[in-house]
């Protein structure tokens, strides 16, 4: 079948480099002579038919802008499925979806699509794929570089720059003011955005997912080491789905119990919000009624005073740098090379410096922080060395 209609969508959270995959299509195909039409809302766009032309000629070096040009949703096509126990029954409803969307490609006037989204996005497409083989590919996309199938996603590495250079800023007002700064950073089931943003800037106690933290062990003595060692200020990185050990949960904590996880709002994909725990201000709470921490502050004449600072949505937020920019562009013309060599239920990828592809079923699984590399070895060393080389 010879491909004539491409259609793109972008799913899920934006991140930074997402035009540059649709211009990077866009070039392709246009070389190809093929046409594109944009997918508004993600998979929400997908099911309703909402769509635009996309015209290369109206817009020249899309790759250089936020966002996304086509708007995006976190829909779910296959939420009905979600609450079925039965494999068996889950499967027959997976697949009576799958038909149903597969009949929206002759609706749409396509003949193959590109869908770019992290591992919910692209776990429908997979979900589409399996059941219907479908002529769908895929580009993985998410701040939180937490996909396996690829070495960096693009928009992580803007993202981790703009959080770090938050970081710098508010390392002047913290030593200004000889505060202790928690700084909330995007990373709902993993760290990289935290560890690497954190490592960067100094932070002086990184908390990730991939460990639960001791609250006393990793947050409170380490601040009381640090005070005696001749600190002033502290900045504490922590990722937005950081969590206490389960010793921390039953004899540290009183704001914050497991009752309190478990009970957190779900989305369309089944993902605890974990932006609803607040996990930052509830540090503060945590620190501010220790009378022992605070004791240990006034000894060393400072005040134990505590804010909370969550970036949220202003790490997707601003034009991309240039590697998110070239890798964008590098993966929509890959995309469209899958398509053209009928590469389909597959994702592109990044391994070095080559881009690669690999399938769906392989690609769409969760990265996380590898706690045996350099880098967790780094995070240790940064808290550790840094006060006991000043006493």
């Given at each position: 079948?010879?491909?004539?209609?491409?259609?793109?969508?972008?799913?899920?959270?934006?991140?930074?480099?997402?035009?540059?995959?649709?211009?990077?299509?866009?070039?392709?195909?246009?070389?190809s002579n093929i046409e594109c039409v944009g997918i508004e809302k993600g998979w929400k766009g997908f099911m309703e038919s909402l769509t635009i032309p996309l015209n290369i000629a109206e817009q020249d070096d899309l790759h250089t802008k936020g966002g996304t040009l086509l708007y995006t949703s976190?829909?779910?096509p296959f939420k009905a499925t979600l609450g079925i126990e039965n494999e068996r029954e889950k499967e027959e409803k997976e697949k009576e979806i799958a038909q149903t969307m597969h009949q929206k490609f002759e609706e749409l006037g396509i003949d193959a699509l590109i869908a770019i989204g992290g591992d919910d996005t692209l776990g429908v497409a997979a979900t589409?794929?399996?059941?219907?083989?479908?002529?769908?590919?895929?580009?993985?996309?998410?701040?939180?570089?937490?996909?396996?199938?690829?070495?960096?996603?693009?928009?992580?590495?803007?993202?981790?720059?703009?959080?770090s250079?938050?970081?710098?800023?508010?390392?002047?007002?913290?030593?200004?003011?000889?505060?202790?700064?928690?700084?909330?950073?995007?990373?709902?089931?993993?760290?990289?955005l935290t560890l690497y943003s954190g490592l960067s800037a100094g932070a002086d106690i990184i908390l990730i997912p991939e460990k639960a933290f001791d609250f006393n062990k990793d947050i409170v003595n380490v601040l009381k080491e640090r005070v005696n060692a001749g600190y002033k200020y502290h900045i504490i990185a922590c990722a937005e789905g950081a969590y206490p050990s389960k010793n921390s949960l039953e004899n540290q904590l009183t704001t914050i119990s497991q009752e309190?996880?478990?009970?957190?709002?779900k989305d369309p994909f089944g993902n605890p919000k974990l932006n609803y725990l607040n996990i930052s201000e509830l540090l503060v709470e945590e620190l501010?009624?220790?009378?022992?921490?605070?004791?240990?502050?006034?000894k060393n004449d400072t005040e134990l005073e505590i804010r909370s600072v969550v970036l949220g949505h202003t790490m997707?937020?601003?034009?991309?740098?240039?590697?998110?920019?070239?890798?964008?562009?590098?993966?929509?013309?890959?995309?469209?090379?899958?398509?053209?060599n009928g590469n389909f239920g597959e994702m592109v990828s990044l391994r070095g410096?080559?881009?690669?592809?690999?399938?769906?079923?392989?690609?769409?699984?969760?990265?996380?922080?590898?706690?045996?590399?350099?880098?967790?070895?780094?995070?240790?060393?940064?808290?550790k060395i840094r006060y006991l080389s000043k006493k």
């Open positions: 079948m010879t491909i004539k209609k491409i259609g793109i969508l972008t799913g899920g959270g934006d991140a930074p480099g997402l035009n540059g995959v649709i211009y990077g299509t866009m070039l392709k195909a246009y070389d976190r829909t779910n589409l794929f399996k059941h219907t083989n479908a002529k769908v590919v895929g580009c993985p996309k998410t701040i939180d570089n937490d996909i396996k199938g690829t070495d960096y996603t693009f928009g992580f590495w803007s993202g981790t720059q703009l959080a250079n938050i970081l710098d800023n508010l390392t002047t007002t913290a030593r200004s003011h000889q505060r202790v700064f928690i700084v909330e950073i995007f990373g709902r089931d993993t760290g990289f309190t996880l478990d009970n957190l709002p501010r009624s220790r009378m022992d921490l605070k004791e240990e502050f006034r997707r937020a601003g034009t991309p740098n240039a590697f998110d920019r070239i890798l964008g562009l590098r993966f929509g013309l890959a995309a469209v090379n899958l398509v053209l410096k080559e881009i690669k592809h690999l399938p769906f079923s392989e690609g769409v699984k969760k990265s996380y922080v590898d706690e045996d590399k350099d880098l967790m070895e780094l995070r240790e060393l940064l808290v």
